[in-house]
């Protein structure tokens, strides 16, 4: 063995040997090797030194054909509470989810998204059990890719996980409020370390859909409404997970959702049967595809279609990810993308959620059987199925000759390449101890905390006896809170419990939601409906400004409507996922809010309604414009 393959073994065999892998092998005067298909010698796709694409041919080669259509679906697993695999009930929200020995064992998938989890800990050892499970218990050991949606939000947006464990940054809006390509390249390389520490080697993230339709309950996590700020932000999104090119020490991002989905139907989601189609009165369908060209250009290893039907923009009113002209046509010809493309989660099958069945998003082929939408998807030139394991209906088609071996091919090599590229094929395991240390350390957190307080936004600052509101004395003052920390609030004043006896008021709110009547649990979830407060919440809350002077902060997960809360506040400040003490930290001059609006605030109801769902800044006389932000 020489000096070079010794070095290679060092590094790479003592996380191998804390995760139990058990097929390492060495050559005479060969690098040290995983021999995943056991056969006794090296194989081109085991050989670290060979090109990517040969180790691809190799393995494909060997591949048979339910191996292959195992590769092109995703689903989501449960994890225990001790990381192990045992086939134990699931708890909480996800209990439904199949564990994922059965995904990998029975369907032959190796791409698995994981959900909510019991920390890092487990995380990291499912990780590497998942993986030594992959390498043992399959024919060709195949890596798992394991996915995630965000897990560096700060609060439940949807399709995000709160930051428990790791570091805790505002949603995508405050970045865009905050305007620093570096500073979201930062968070990106952060996250990144965070992820790459418990295995996690996909990110289902970053948003590239525009909030022109301020009622869509996706607002939070785009990039707000403007086209340029969001390609610009996208590209530094990307550029912190996988860096200038892609490799073993990058997480792939799989930006969603071409071509946008922001201009939804009176903002109402496409996840549900009550609104299927996107509109687009303002003839701006072009618009809400220059966030994705900043994609593009940072090289994004996936994409990922919505749900919606892009009303009266092709041929077949069909939605995205069915769409031939929208996939093919314009994302792989035009734009000449040749990454994966992943449906979003449940187009071909029901979901079965208990005695409640929500329908597949199927929308534009309802009346296609299974196979025959699995068909129609692929033909559009999509190569994965999100949160589907339905792998028969590839291998049927194939079998049937409706669909060429040649067209799976194509996806499968893709989908390798990527794996490959990742480094998962010479070393899929985590250092559990490292990963413990990593995520959610105090450096990490700390840049996380920096960033909640640059992104507040500053709209009001009245003057009380010819001194401006903002920032507050500290220490010196009489304190009411309501929906703050009183123990927190106790470190910047004395805290009262009455109003009256209060020098000043702080108060925080959320923007308003009101639930679809529906049967569907997860529609419930949704933050659909009017954006204004109403009837008694709006009268306390009124109440309260008229009584002492008040501060008011509010989350803005969708543009707030509130006219008569804005005259009354004395100071008025918006964030974007921050803490009571990122906001107090402002209130009382310790930091500096830096945010601009990455959208406007309506005026009324009524401005929101007569204005377009896919145009940017076109309500009538804004309370509030894009890009406004005072500072102190």
Known sequence: MTRTHALLLLCVLPPLLLAGASAWRTLPDRPPYRDLNKNGKMDVYEDASQPVEKRVDDLLRQMTLEEKAGLLFINGARINDDGSLDDRPGKGPFAFAPQAARLILEQRMNHINVWAVPGKRALATWSNNIQKLAEEKTRLGIPVTVASDPRNAFSEALFAVAANDFSQWPEQLGFAAIGDEALMRQHGDIARQEYLAVGIREALHPMADLATEPRWPRVSGTFGEDAQLSSRMVKAYILGFQGATLGPEGVACMTKHFTGGGPQKEGLDPHFEFQKGQVYPGNNFQYHIIPFEGAFAAHTAAIMPYYGVPKGQTKEDVAFA???????????????????????????????????????????????????????????????????????????????????????DVSARRLLRQKFVLGLFDNPYVDVEKAVQTVGNEALKQAGEVAQRRSITLLKNDKIKGRKVLPLATGKLKLYVRNVNPETAARYGTVVNRPEEADIAIVRLRTPWYAVQTDNPMAKLFHHGDLDFKGAEKDSILALLKQVPTVVDLYIDRPAVIPEINAAARALVANYGASDAALLDVLFGKARPEGKLPFELPSSMEAVRQQKEDLPHDSAKPLYPFGFGLAY
């Open 322 to 408: 069915y769409n031939k002209e929208i996939i093919t046509g314009l994302l792989r010809e035009k734009y000449h993308y040749d990454g994966v493309v992943c449906t979003d989660w449940g187009l071909v099958t029901d979901a079965h959620m208990g005695p409640v069945v929500w329908p597949a998003r199927a929308w534009g082929a309802e009346h296609l059987s299974e196979e025959e939408r699995v068909l129609k998807i692929i033909e559009a030139g999509v190569d994965q199925f999100g949160g589907e394991q339905c792998t028969h209906h590839v291998v049927n088609l194939v079998m049937r000759g409706k669909l060429p071996m040649a067209r799976v």
